[in-house]
């Protein structure tokens, strides 16, 4: 990625940040949007250590062989939340609507479907092998018996 775009996005962000607290203070007043950053940080740092164990036991499950605690999109779900708890521990308001935002499951769930339909656009008969995941046959394959017939 180009690093003057990936600067001017944070420059971006941070202006936002500045914006989105300017606007804040106005409507609640200095303190109290203090206390809001605040508690915004703790609610991030809280649910952190829910997220953890929720890993925790999802990685027992799969150590017994049980998968259904995983199947599903549940780790990309987990992956959303562990993002909204980050963006509510950093400083700032539009993070913390952002990560609002994505403790919301319809949020979520909208934004796993839209990922999921990206990522089905090639062929599903393709398969994607990594150069050292194959080899190319010196023998020919065997003509089928339809194949014959003609």
Do not use: C, H, Y
């Not at 989105?20 to 991030?44: M, Q």
């Not at 027992?60 to 992956?79: H, K, P, S, Y």
């Not at 939340?81 to 539009?94: D, H, M, T, Y």
């Not at 599903?124 to 089928?144: K, N």
């Amino acid at each position: 990625m180009n690093s003057k775009l990936v600067g001017a996005g944070v420059a971006a962000w941070i202006v936002l940040e500045i914006l989105a607290f300017a606007l804040v203070v106005r409507a609640v007043g200095l303190l109290a949007a203090i206390a809001i950053a605040i508690g915004a940080s703790l609610l991030g740092l809280a649910d952190v250590r829910r997220l953890l164990d929720f890993f925790r036991t999802s990685v027992a499950a799969r150590a017994r062989g049980e998968t259904a605690a995983v199947a599903d999109g549940a780790m990309l779900d987990g992956a959303l939340q562990a993002l909204a708890s980050f963006l509510l521990i950093l400083p700032g308001f539009a993070s913390d609507f952002v990560g609002l935002a994505l403790k919301s499951p319809s949020v979520r769930q909208s934004l796993v479907r839209r990922l999921r339909s990206r990522n089905k656009t090639g062929d599903p008969r393709l398969i994607d092998l990594d150069p050292r995941e194959w080899r190319r046959e010196t023998r020919r394959p065997r003509r089928s018996a339809a194949n014959r017939a003609e």
